[in-house]
């Protein structure tokens, strides 16, 4: 297996918008590439165990675990920011048309304790489970599709509000570009 010790050199270029992000925090930009570029080298099979083993035994699957959960930074707010930056080099103007698209996927659990778990219905499997529903939303520009957010689905009443808040984020990022 191979191992990933240092940060490569061709991508560089690639991550300055995520060091930018984390501006003077090492640590949790380490975190950040470690994980993209694990990421990008696994094949099948991505999950924290094999990430962490294929960029050496310098830490475990609990670290990467805690560094998503547990550190103090906005990972829908470098969502929002790496959109805007790749739409500017895909050579967006203001005024050219912009689509938004709007997508759930459902997600079996089999956790008892866990956060916005609600009863669905897998349609593909034709039965009911425990599970989350994430809507996703993403721009679409030159028919690139670039991802702009994600948010649990909390409740009945709770979809439109997701919705809409999506709407207002892709409203206000038209208007402040």
Request: glycine content about 6%; some cysteine.
């Amino acid at each position: 297996m191979i191992s990933i010790q240092a940060e490569p050199a061709s991508l560089k270029t690639f991550l300055k918008p995520i060091r930018n992000f984390f501006e003077g925090d090492v640590t949790s930009y380490y975190y950040a590439w470690r994980f993209i570029v694990g990421l990008a080298f696994l094949f099948s099979h991505k999950s924290e165990d094999n990430i962490s083993k294929l960029l050496g035994a310098q830490r475990t699957r609990q670290s990467y675990d805690n560094f998503f959960n547990k550190r103090d930074w906005d990972c829908q707010s470098l969502l929002r920011r790496t959109a805007k930056q790749t739409l500017k080099s895909l050579g967006w103007k203001e005024g050219d048309p912009l689509y938004l698209a709007l997508d759930d996927t459902q997600n079996e659990k089999r956790a008892f304790k866990m956060e916005a778990v609600s009863k669905i219905f897998l349609h593909a499997e034709k039965r009911y489970a425990k599970g989350h529903i994430l809507v996703a939303c993403a721009i679409i520009y030159r028919g690139v599709a670039i991802p702009y957010g994600i948010k649990i689905w909390v409740g009945k009443n709770k979809i439109l509000h997701h919705f809409f808040l999506f709407l207002l984020l892709f409203i206000n990022f038209s208007s402040s570009s």
